[in-house]
């Protein structure tokens, strides 16, 4: 199942996408995320406990184009999702962020939470402390500006 929420935050695409390109500090705003550790510009190694479900998975970063989108997709692990983040620019200082992500593949409990909306309300959640966060700060702890091509079929 396919969930969708948006953020908007008053802080100019730039500062956003930085902070999002920042996965380290995910569990600052993130609920259910515990650590990310970068292991290298595309790949990093998550976990979690959503739901009282502890996960360890990988994912790759499978297309990012600065200031507009982020892409990826678990590639080993205990869940599997794909997902992607895009930023698009309101005015000056302000940008909607929106998180679509493909998610409740797993197991009972993934799907659970999707059907009773928990999922889709814990992603919103994340939102709203995402813009908590950037907005408080006023900048990005760090970014990585590079660009990550879409492979072709």
């Known amino acids: 199942m396919t969930v969708v929420q948006t953020v908007d935050v008053a802080v100019p ?3 956003a996408y930085n902070q999002w390109t920042q996965l380290e500090e995910f569990p600052h705003f993130m609920q259910g995320v515990q650590s990310v550790e970068q292991i290298d510009d ?3 190694r998550w976990r979690t406990n959503v ?3 502890h996960r360890e998975f990988e994912t790759r970063i499978t297309e990012q184009i600065p200031d507009e ?3 990826w997709t678990t590639t080993h692990g205990e869940t599997d999702q794909a997902g992607v983040v895009t930023f698009h620019r309101l005015d000056t200082d302000h940008t909607r962020v929106t998180v679509q992500m493909d998610v409740g593949k797993d197991g009972l409990l993934e ?3 999707v059907a009773t909306g928990v999922v889709d309300r814990q992603i919103a959640n994340d939102l709203g ?5 950037i907005e408080e700060r006023g900048a990005a702890t760090g970014a990585w500006r590079g ?3 879409r492979p072709q079929p």
Do not use: Q
């Open 111 to 113: 799907k659970l939470g």
């Open 13 to 15: 695409v730039s500062t």
């Open 51 to 53: 739901l009282g479900a």
């Open 147 to 149: 660009s990550v091509d």
């Open 129 to 133: 402390r995402f813009k908590e966060f």
């Open 42 to 44: 595309t790949h990093s």
């Open 69 to 71: 989108r982020i892409a």
